[in-house]
T-cell receptor, first 108, second 114 residues
Framework: DAKTTQPPSMDCAEGRAANLPCNHS???????VYWYRQIHSQGPQYIIH???NNETNEMASLIITEDRKSSTLILPHATLRDTAVYYC?????????FGAGTRLTVKP | GAGVSQTPSNKVTEKGKYVELRCDPI?????LYWYRQSLGQGPEFLIY????????DSGLPNDRFFAVRPEGSVSTLKIQRTERGDSAVYLC????????????FGPGTRLTVL
């Protein structure tokens, strides 16, 4: 599975959009981009995934660049409960290989 | 509905002892995964079951670690001769058949080896 690079931490004001970047320059054609988040002391929670088209669900939007070498997770109106570590993972299937993720802190 | 459950939630043991950690996946999920997470790090893959068989056990760190899933549902992670470095949160996840499906994680078992 391809390696991902994320900033270690980010802050966001409550009610504003949170844009979390991820670089995956070695992604291969059949690898999907997945996002999970982990709130303190809980197991990771699935957010969204995509292959090459942008995706949106009730939690977030995923924007994947045309060359697929990077992506951005967008939380449109961040709340204090969105404070968590966000993981970007690329995978074909089976197990997931997590990196260190981005610690997002939403501030009032 | 019921999610993935793991027991015990906390386990304290002494160096050299044997421990078993249990995972009850979501009913009907054929895939089951074990990860472990050390403080400040992301989860680290250990082993993946598809049904009763281990599809990928490449993440098991050494032969002290073993996992079973005899009936394709509940899984047990077994650690022999525990070492202090085994202390971590052990996470279990399950997913429907189809390897790209989202994984649902349990709350984890916090293992402390004294």
């Amino acid at each position: 599975d391809a390696k991902t690079t994320q900033p270690p931490s980010m802050d966001c004001a409550e009610g504003r959009a949170a844009n979390l970047p991820c670089n995956h320059s070695t992604i291969s054609g059949n690898e999907y981009v997945y996002w999970y988040r982990q709130i303190h002391s809980q197991g990771p929670q699935y957010i969204i995934h995509g292959l090459k088209n942008n995706e949106t669900n009730e939690m977030a939007s995923l924007i994947i660049t045309e060359d697929r070498k990077s992506s951005t997770l967008i939380l449109p109106h961040a709340t204090l409960r969105d404070t968590a570590v966000y993981y970007c993972i690329v995978r074909v299937g089976g197990d997931m290989r997590f990196g260190a993720g981005t610690r997002l802190t939403v501030k009032p | 509905g019921a999610g993935v459950s793991q027991t015990p939630s906390n386990k304290v043991t002494e160096k050299g002892k044997y421990v078993e950690l249990r995972c009850d996946p979501i009913s009907g999920h054929t895939a089951l995964y074990w990860y472990r997470q050390s403080l400040g790090q992301g989860p680290e893959f250990l082993i993946y079951f598809q049904g009763t068989g281990a599809a990928d056990d490449s993440g098991l760190p050494n032969d002290r670690f073993f996992a079973v899933r005899p009936e394709g549902s509940v899984s047990t992670l077994k650690i022999q001769r525990t070492e202090r470095g085994d202390s971590a949160v052990y996470l279990c996840a399950s997913s429907q058949s189809g390897s790209r499906n989202e994984q649902f994680f349990g709350p984890g078992t916090r293992l402390t080896v004294l």
